[in-house]
């Protein structure tokens, strides 16, 4: 596992936020559950998310506007000879409680994964261990902060309590 702080200069960074995922024209799409496509009741899953990129096809008309900003962060890990899978935007909002989503892998192909916080957040990413229950590692969002990891460790977003949403930008490679 790999954390880099400062991935993007500031000023994309913030043009990130501002001129796409806080524009009253993004649009995002409701999910039932944050780590499955499965619709699930009574359980506090769900989330909101834009998926820019699937199955290796461009997927979104906004993909152009993070189009720069990703390639600057895969480069920034030296993975430019991996091929982007998949790229998925994700918005958790609180509930004014602590709850930890269900873990998950991103797709069952060795892949690697990078979330990039777009905003600071107490929601915190949990990595566990084999056994897909034991909290191995806890990160708490920070903007402008990346996480690269093998994309089939077991890993769960979890609600903010203090903050009113977390932003990530979920990016899955797979190899040339």
Do not use: C
């Amino acid at each position: 596992m790999i954390i880099k702080k400062n991935v993007l200069s500031k000023e994309e960074s913030n043009l990130l936020l501002k001129e796409t995922i806080f524009n009253d024209n993004f649009p995002w799409y409701y999910l039932h559950d944050s780590a499955t496509l499965e619709e699930k009741s009574n359980t506090f899953n769900y989330s909101w998310y834009h998926a820019l990129v699937l199955d290796g096809k461009i997927n979104s008309s906004f993909y152009k506007l993070f189009e720069s900003s990703i390639l600057n962060i895969t480069e920034r890990f030296k993975l430019k000879d991996k091929i982007i899978n998949r790229i998925r935007l994700g918005k958790t909002i609180s509930i004014g409680k602590k709850y930890i989503n269900n873990s998950h892998i991103d797709q069952h192909e060795k892949h690697q994964t990078i979330l990039y916080y777009l905003n600071d957040s107490d929601g915190d990413t949990y990595f566990y261990k084999k056994d897909k229950k034991t909290i191995e590692k806890q990160i708490t969002p920070e903007q402008n902060k990346a996480v690269l990891f093998n994309g089939l460790i077991y890993h769960a977003s979890s609600k903010p309590i203090k903050n009113m949403y977390r932003l990530v930008l979920n990016i899955n490679l797979i190899d040339a």
